[in-house]
């Protein structure tokens, strides 16, 4: 097969790749290459067959004892592979064998040399670890690998030279080469136990780099390693089938462990017997939704002085359950249920008229239609010690309910999400009525409420600490502005939440005439107002604050030392001089979210603070590390 | 004695360990001990009269993987053996092993 004989250029061709144009630029034919590779196959092949008769011969030979017979030289020039079929044909068996080996060992020799000078062997010769000694140990390695034979292929086993096929699992013989399968088998019995890969210990299935950045939004990332506390609680989280009893650890450890044990999904009826000690005064239930009816029932004669109760996902904390509390000792001044959907209306008030005397806080989450206006009616008249309630997600309480908490004179701490739109009128009226003295007001996916409310805050509150309102689209800036103003006798508050209080105008969604939602003035107010004692500040997806507003509040000048948490969020013209004048200005800040700021680009973030959301290609955190 | 770089932790049944004193710093007890006027801080010696020698022992290893880890992320987690976990749990609490404690939201 020579290149004369072959008709290039005379084809028709499809399209041809990028490549081949740019090779054929460069006289260069893929075709060749393709047709020489072909060629080259297409010899070794042959080379098999002969090889295969090769093996017979030799054989004969091996009987003979006549292996060792020097042989001519040869014509050098011709390539190795491709030649040993037609050589052979006129010669006797005895030159062909030793002239194959002499150049086998020859070109072995070549390639040795060729390894020698390869840029991989000079890489490799530079580890470490690899003395001079090694050397030859490596050539033979790089070697091995280039030289050895495909699977699918035949090949003549260096031990006891017998013809076998090759497969991915044929062994290596000590001295190159590649050997049968019983040869191979003898020699896996002199080889040691194979050393056991060191496993890396961090990491695990996820990877570690996802496990950090989890670590991270979980906000439980620090520099450093885990806390002992926190590795005996995991190992215990782990092996809790093991544990019989948790002894005498103080309850916030306890606590602890109820947190892990619940992440995982680990609470059980057998499990859940490790926090039911009867000296107890507390049960807290991360995750209930493995437990039945029967094991609340074990919790309250299990723990008779119980005093504060929290289960989430109580899906089967249903009427039974709670005729039961009832008619038990057990006197609740805490009661936190979450998902307990199938407690009827008629139940609730029954439990509020008969143990609501020593209730102090009682929340209820993600319930659907049973826990309504009926049952908030109840409260002011048979709880006289609430001072925390807690109504979220839920789809039946009205505006006639929040009349009735506006009667509980004691309220400290009002936490409402409700999916009933209310008029603002009705959360005025609440606030005249109990707003002086209400510490955390939190007013949750509020779409209706507008800036009367913000009026009757500035108005009525004196002692709040705690403020949410979200999703407000009808407050103003100026309504913020009026509410911050430094008349407001309420001192500085420690958590603010007004996240999504904007415009929602999706035709023009970049001008605000009307100054909706918190904007500069209001933005400015508000920190000049409680700056000095907020930890916590959420103004996510207020995205009309200025840039000029932020640099202003955030000089040089300023410090808000108590600040701990901010998310900006969505606020779009945070750019990265602004969030380094925010970490300027906040030195004990810990958190910054800044998802979809898409001018924050390239900050420098200093050591131990953490910058959540940059929307850059490395990741979505970065760590200060200076 | 008391300015060595090293201090001597003493189990209840007597195993003595000496542990680099910036590492045992580490515990905010072991702290106070060595700071307060007492005993252990002229002689750098701390007994604990309710720590058993194993338990000890993996505290003070503790000591030293945070030590050496203090400035690391990504640090792979310390092997805790099953059987004291438990023991180990009331140890780290009473050395006040906890990890620093996070502001919470007021509510």
Redesign the interface.
Known sequence: MSRQTRTVGCRIMGPQSALTDFLASHNISANQIRLDAEARRRAAAQDNQEGQADAAQQQLLNENGDFDTPSPGSDEDEPVVASTGRVTRGRSAAQVTSEVERRKKEKEKHAIDKIKASKKFQKRKRDPDASDDDDDDIVRALFNERAKPLPGQMENCAICNTRFTVTPYSRNAPDGGLVCSPCGKELAKDDPAPKKKTK???GGPVG??RQ?QSRILD??Y???????????????AK?ID??ED?????PK?VDKIARKLSKHRLLNPTTLSLFLKPSNQEVLVYDGAKLSADDFYRIFHSVPELKKLKVRNAIHFKDEVVEYLVDRHIVLEDLYLHGCNLISEGKWIEYLQKKGQPLRSLRVYWTDKHFTDAVLAVIPTSCPNLTRLKVCHNQAVTGEGLNHIAKIATLR?L?LDLREAIHPDVYVKLLTAIGPQLE?L?LTRVPELDNTVLDALHMHCRNL??LRITDSELMTDAGFARLFTSTWSNPGL??LDLQKCRQLESTKPRENPDGIGLCDEGFKALMAHSGKTL??LNVHGCRHISSNAFEEVFTADKTYENM??MEISFCEEVTDFVVGCIFRSCPNLRELNVFGCMKVKDVRVPKGKILVGVPNARGMVI?GED | MSDSKYITLISYDGFEFVVLREAALVSETIGAMLRGPFREAQTGRCEFGEIRGPVLEK?VE?FH??YA????????????P?DI??E???A??F?G????P??R???
């Open positions: 890396r210990a961090s570690a780099r950090t906000g439980t620090h520099v450093g390693g885990k806390s002992l506390m926190s590795l005996c609680i995991q190992t215990l092996n093991l544990a948790l002894g005498d650890l103080p450890i701490h936490s955390t939190c600490k705690k420690v958590f930890q916590n701990h948490k760590e | 505290v503790y993987y945070h880890n203090r400035n690391q992320t990504d640090v792979p987690d310390m092997d805790i099953v976990c438990l180990l749990l009331m780290a609490d050395l092993l906890d990890s620093k996070q502001m939201d007021i509510s």
